[in-house]
């Protein structure tokens, strides 16, 4: 029979690889913090990364405005796509947080909708070919207001 010692040691040696896996996994994540405001821009406009780098997005919405009136999301856009054809398309979406079921296969990555005060987060990795994707926010009118970016993919 295995001795309690034997077991025990296993699953401690088990655990701490897990622990170490997930700390080197955390460590790889891009994480970018970034604010809209009723002023319909992105606080950050332009990120960069590697190709494949693992990405996270935390956005936080600053507004007192209702959530109806005022939000925002995060919608990262394939190369070349036409960002204003999404953007409008996604404006009639509203019971789908802003995000047109027929452009899905344009969008990249994209977080839910953050009201005043609220925070989103969206986990993504960068596309592996080196370029220029745009991204944006879909709710009604905030892309024609300005809200959006650039994430600049680049080998290092």
Known sequence: MISDKII?????VIFITGVLFQAADAQDVKTVTME????????VTEITAEPGQKIKVELTTISDFPKNAMAHNFVLLKAGVD?????NKSASAADNEYIAPSMTDKIIAHSGLAGG???VTVTFDAPEKPGRYQYICTFPGHYAGGMKGTLIVREN
């Open 8 to 12: 025990r040691f296993t699953f401690a």
């Open 36 to 43: 809209g405001s009723d002023d319909m821009k992105f606080s």
């Open 83 to 87: 960002a204003t054809a999404v953007a």
């Open 117 to 119: 005060g609220e925070t």
